[in-house]
């Protein structure tokens, strides 16, 4: 069903209303400010992070400068993931209005939501490529999941009348980065074996079993409305997130819900691994040149 236009014109009338939810989201200022807004948000508490690590964190200062970018990212995640899980669980448990249409259903909440997460995906999206140029490395599937999260929410932008449920939807899959996050703060403090840890980590892995169930549910969500879909949805922004959503499904979540379990009983920071290896594999040639 075709929202009327009485009811889209109420959408671009502007709201005078100082509240951030009552806001004219259509407004491409709005739009921008808000995104802006995110952004700098954002990477405040990245500085932040940094500033206090320095001050309080003997492991942290002890870090090689791109370990400690990937530390304030990994905390920036955490608190991304926060606003992420709330918003998606108020979608999924608490909002009739994206109940009753899945589709092309809106609320202003949701478009707060939906920019400042564009805000933090330009402002991750910024770091990640950044460090990789500064510090000549590249993670070709790290690539492929950013370059997912910014184009799909930068899609809901230039298609603005499809609906909100399913980008909720897509927020919640962050419930699993706040435990991430205190895993491998924790793990590179070297805290691993304490009780705190393995709880954390236990919490992790059961996260990373209710995304894989989410991701189903959104499957079953877009076949119940397959044909209003195929009615509204744009090709181009529908070939964009089933490819999103299919790799999703069969190949990250898989894949990081057994790295986590995996990490379990083998506490490793995947994410530095092989250069530790290269580190100690070149201090040992060192000394073995020095002996002979």
């Known amino acids: 069903m075709i929202p009327s236009a009485d009811k889209m014109n109420s959408f671009h009338d502007i ?15 709005v739009r921008c400010s808000v995104i802006a807004a995110g952004f700098l948000f954002y990477f405040v508490i990245f500085i932040l992070s940094h500033g206090l690590c320095l001050v309080l964190s003997v492991t942290y200062c002890s870090l090689p400068a791109k370990e400690k970018v990937f530390w304030n990212l990994a905390v920036i995640r955490g608190v991304f993931g926060i606003q992420g899980t709330v918003a998606g669980l108020w979608a999924l448990l608490k909002d009739s209005e994206l109940h009753a249409d899945k589709v092309l259903g809106q609320q202003n909440w949701c478009w707060f939501n939906i920019l400042t997460a564009v805000g933090f995906f330009v402002l991750e999206n910024a770091a990640f490529h950044g460090s ?15 370059f997912f999260a910014i184009s799909g929410f930068a899609t809901i932008l230039i298609w603005d009348n499809t609906g ?29 074996h304490i009780p705190l840890w393995k709880l954390n980590q236990w919490l992790m892995i059961h996260m990373f079993h209710c995304r894989m169930i989410l991701t189903y549910h959104m499957w079953w969500v877009c076949w119940q409305n397959l044909e209003r879909i195929k009615q509204y949805l ?4 529908a070939v964009l997130f089933f490819s999103g959503l299919f790799l999703l499904t069969f190949i990250i979540n898989p894949h990081w819900t057994r790295k986590k379990t995996l990490q379990l009983f083998n506490p490793v920071d995947w994410n530095f691994a092989k250069e ?12 073995l040149k020095k002996t002979t």
């Open 15 to 29: 709201n005078t209303s100082e509240s951030l939810f009552d806001m004219n989201y259509f407004s491409w200022n």
């Open 132 to 146: 990789n140029v500064v510090f000549k490395t590249f993670d070709a599937a790290l690539a492929v999941h950013h």
């Open 164 to 192: 909100h449920y399913l980008p909720m939807m897509m927020l919640l899959l962050e419930m699993s980065t706040p435990f991430t996050c205190i895993s491998w703060i924790l793990l590179k403090a070297g805290f691993a």
């Open 234 to 237: 744009p090709v181009s922004q």
């Open 276 to 287: 530790t290896s290269r580190k100690v594999n070149g201090e040992t040639n060192k000394v």
